[in-house]
């Protein structure tokens, strides 16, 4: 089965983005325009359109719409996938505010870690900013460990220069519910 794939569990459906889901993306990120402040790239409404297109060009993401009972509550992807090294970094996550809390993400990641590692990956990684305490929580519960902090990672869309904490999942460690 290939990486970028349809995967499903009950309602929830992760479906390689398209075109077809921009309008559903825009409004998905519409409802929560403080939090591009945090992200690396904004899809915040003018913003929105270039940031979908640059994703949906971009090579090295595999993103995904994330759907809930059909409708669009966010988005995540693969992030350079690295077959030869057995890595691949899981980001580029977002769900809508009304679904943060309700156990949506941890479903979400779930299937996209059992997937990467069926398919062959030994390693996920997870970045995220250092500001983002709710992110890093929901990272370590997913049983991913701690591994640092990546100072001065990156440069984000409004210019601030962020320190990336990275987590690292093993499939050795790998404990599916």
Not at 63 to 84: E, K, R, S
Request: hydrophobic share 45%; charged share 25%.
């Amino acid at each position: 089965m290939p990486l970028h794939t349809r995967l499903t569990e009950g309602a929830v459906a992760l479906v390689p983005l398209a075109e077809a889901h921009r309008e559903g993306l825009r409004d998905a990120c519409g409802e929560d325009e403080a939090i591009w402040e945090i992200y690396p790239v904004s899809y915040a409404s003018d913003r929105f359109d270039a940031a979908f297109d640059a994703l949906l060009g971009n090579a090295a993401r595999l993103p995904f719409a994330i759907l809930l009972d059909g409708a669009v509550a966010g988005m995540t992807a693969y992030i350079n996938a690295d077959g030869a090294r057995g890595v691949i970094e899981i980001g580029n996550s977002y769900i809508v505010p009304r679904l943060r809390g309700t156990g949506l993400n941890g479903r979400v990641k779930r299937l996209m870690i059992d997937h990467a590692f069926a398919e062959g990956f030994r390693r996920i990684e997870f970045r995220v900013d250092q500001r983002n305490a709710r992110s890093q929580a929901a990272v370590a519960r997913l049983g991913a460990v701690r591994e640092g902090v990546l100072r001065q990672e990156r440069v984000t869309w409004t210019g601030h220069v962020r320190d990336t904490v990275l987590f690292g999942l093993l499939r050795d460690d790998w404990q599916p519910d």
